[in-house]
Nanobody, 124 residues
């Protein structure tokens, strides 16, 4: 069992930046691909970014490419999401997740462990 705890959410103005962090309870998470997903009010949860076990491979949703950067520090059991040039449409609850494989899948079905989420609100 892996527990994930997100932090770093908050309220920011359009064009601002936030850095989300996800802490894993076990070092075994270092062998998993990790991802960030988000759910806006009234909408389904969608993929944002993912990183493979080593950090050598990343993938992003088109909507965040060039603005968001996912990274991981396996020594600290953490995965971060740096979000720059934020837009009102980025407003959502952001979830960290650990996959059941070492790669960086975009489909939610590959993710077994989920955090509780952290709210990000971007004001216009």
């Amino acid at each position: 069992q892996v527990q994930l705890v997100e932090s770093g959410g908050g309220l920011v103005q359009t064009g601002g930046s936030l850095r989300l962090s996800c802490a894993a309870s076990r070092r075994t998470a270092n062998y998993y691909g990790m991802g960030w997903f988000r759910q806006a009010p009234g909408k389904e949860r969608v993929f944002v970014a993912a990183i493979n076990w080593s950090g050598g491979s990343t993938t992003y949703a088109d909507s965040v490419k060039g603005r968001f950067t996912i990274s991981r520090d396996n020594a600290k059991n953490t995965v971060d999401l740096q979000m720059n040039n934020l837009k009102p449409e980025d407003t959502a609850v952001y979830y960290c997740a650990a996959a059941v494989l070492a790669e960086a899948p975009t489909s939610q079905g590959w993710y077994r462990y989920w955090g509780q989420g952290t709210q990000v609100t971007v004001s216009s």
